[in-house]
């Protein structure tokens, strides 16, 4: 949970259809967007997380942002957040999270907040995601993301410039299921997730490999750290994403748009430590 302090702060409303905006003033020097790449979890757990701080003060809110590629309805999400205001766009289903993420970057470019926390819908599904999330979220109360601490992971993994991947099929959870068994929303949500993964589509190689060849193609103004930020989980301040033009997020997702199951994708993980100037 964020402590209330950070929720302070008078907010400026917009509406656009059915999602109220919310624009924080600039008279605040830290505040949040929160990026979800949705498909099929339940995001529920995300209540804890916001409902406290918008019971206090409604005025604020932090700005929750949902891309939509599965089968939810607006509604069914309405629902699972319990009335919290929520940005919503639904896209192909394209690229996975990092797709979803840079669309983000461009579309917000000139409207984002000080500080943007990108994550997945499973964040709360897979052990490893959920240990990383909650540890991201406990570091944002007391990390001061700045300029000079522009990006913040909580799983780093060291990078090998020569991967590359000749087919792909994500890894099932089920003992994580079964400690869900208490809460049926996540259960059942838990083992739609496991249960698609035998409807992977075709795996579609890149079309420059490996990684260190692809990033030369695609991303040469950037060195490639010898780590990457792993699990689709990070926070980054809006000096760190502007610190690159918005053509290097435009040439990027065209190379993540031609189909679900993609290496490029993979790629795309590898290389936002390397985009958003982690150290």
């Not at 766009?89 to 461009?106: A, F, K, M």
């Not at 709360?124 to 959920?130: D, G, L, M, T």
């Not at 795996?203 to 695609?218: C, E, M, V």
């Not at 065209?254 to 290496?263: I, S």
Request: glycine share 4%; charged share 25%; net charge positive.
């Amino acid at each position: 949970m964020f402590p209330l302090e950070y929720f302070n702060f008078t907010a400026n409303v917009k509406k656009k259809g059915d999602d109220v905006i919310k624009h924080p003033s600039s008279e605040k020097p830290t505040y949040y967007d929160f990026v979800v790449a949705l498909y099929d979890a339940n995001l529920s757990y995300l209540v804890k997380h916001f409902a406290g701080a918008s019971a206090v003060n409604s005025k604020f809110p932090p700005r929750l942002f949902i891309y939509n590629k599965g089968p939810y309805k607006r509604s069914d999400i309405a629902k699972q957040l319990n009335g919290f205001p929520f940005i919503y766009t639904r896209l192909e289903n394209v690229g996975r999270n990092d797709h979803s993420y840079l669309y983000h970057i461009i579309k917000n470019y000139d409207d984002l907040s000080e500080v943007t926390v990108f994550f997945t819908d499973s964040s709360n599904q897979i052990e490893i995601k959920r240990q990383a999330f909650e540890r991201l979220m406990s570091e944002l109360n007391y990390m001061n993301i700045n300029k000079n601490n522009s990006f913040v992971c909580p799983h780093a993994r060291l990078t090998n410039p020569y991967f590359y991947m000749d087919k792909y099929k994500r890894r099932s959870y089920p003992q994580l299921c079964n400690e869900l068994v208490n809460d049926p929303p996540s259960y059942y949500s838990c083992i739609s997730s496991i249960n698609r993964l035998k409807g992977d589509s075709e795996f579609i190689k890149a079309d420059i490999r490996p990684l260190k060849k692809w990033k030369t193609r695609y991303l040469p103004e950037k060195p490639l750290k010898d780590t990457f930020c792993a699990l689709g989980i990070f926070a980054a301040h809006k000096s760190a994403i502007r610190s690159n033009p918005i053509t290097i997020y435009q040439r990027l997702i065209k190379q993540l748009e031609v189909g679900d199951n993609v290496e490029t994708g993979h790629y795309m993980e590898r290389l936002w430590y390397s985009l958003l100037g982690g150290t």
